[in-house]
């Protein structure tokens, strides 16, 4: 059982940056595509950014331009990096992992944009 697990969110001021990480208990690149979800209590999870193995990166709209989803190989760990955070970003994020079929989640990091 891949475990995922995230840290690195908080309060931030709005303009500011967080980098949000998701240690991974599995070599990465043994994992189809992985990625950032997020979620506003009442809402659905909706997807923020995804990498597949191979290197293709997509974003939400919202978010592009803003964020970047990377991955460090040596450390099995997926970053996404959050620049110009605005109120509306403000959101419990999850990191994600799915391979032929099975998804994988992590507990979930709160993060708050506010003044």
């Known amino acids: 059982q891949v475990q995922l697990v995230e840290s690195g969110g908080g309060l931030v001021q709005p303009g500011g940056s967080l980098r949000l990480s998701c240690a991974v208990s599995?070599?990465?690149?043994?994992?189809?595509?992985m990625g950032w979800y997020r979620q506003v209590l009442g809402k659905q999870r909706d997807m923020v950014a995804t990498?597949?193995?191979?290197?293709?990166?997509n974003y939400e709209d919202s978010v592009k331009g803003r964020f970047t989803i990377s991955r460090d190989g040596a450390k099995n760990t997926v970053y996404l990096q959050m620049n110009s955070l605005k109120p509306e970003d403000t959101a419990v994020y999850y990191c994600w992992g799915n391979t032929w079929g099975t998804a994988y989640w992590g507990q979930g990091t709160q993060v708050t944009v506010s003044s």
């Open positions: 599995a070599n990465i690149f043994s994992i189809g595509v």
């Open positions: 990498i597949t193995r191979g290197g293709n990166i």
